[in-house]
């Protein structure tokens, strides 16, 4: 089983934090209840809609390793015209070919 096939990152849902699909219940509430000392069984009674395998998502989701900064691939930044120009300078090692808004042609 693999937690991306259990967990959502909504914006509309939960404010984008990451949830079970299909519910508005996030990893966090989840890793809270096991954490505070619930069991499995107490979780899945009171949220029918979880199954167990919702659960070891979660427990997945929070020990999978993060992406540092410099590995996230081809992104790119557009820094607003009102911060500082010389951020781009600061962050081209990491985001290779971000620029300043000030920077960009106007679209019409």
């Not at 991306?4 to 990152?9: E, G, L, Q």
């Amino acid at each position: 089983m693999e937690w991306r096939d259990r967990i959502a990152v909504k914006s509309a849902v939960r404010t984008g934090k990451p949830c079970i699909k299909g519910t508005r219940i996030t990893v966090y509430d989840v890793l809270e209840y096991l954490a505070g000392g619930m069991t499995e069984d107490a979780i899945l009674s009171d949220f029918p809609d979880l199954t167990r395998d919702d659960i070891r998502a979660a427990l997945a989701f929070a020990a999978a390793p993060r992406t540092p900064l410099g590995q996230l691939g081809d992104v790119m930044l557009l820094l607003d015209e009102n911060v500082s120009h010389r951020l781009v300078s600061l962050l081209a090692h990491e985001f290779p070919g971000s620029v300043h808004g000030r920077r960009q042609p106007c679209s019409s």
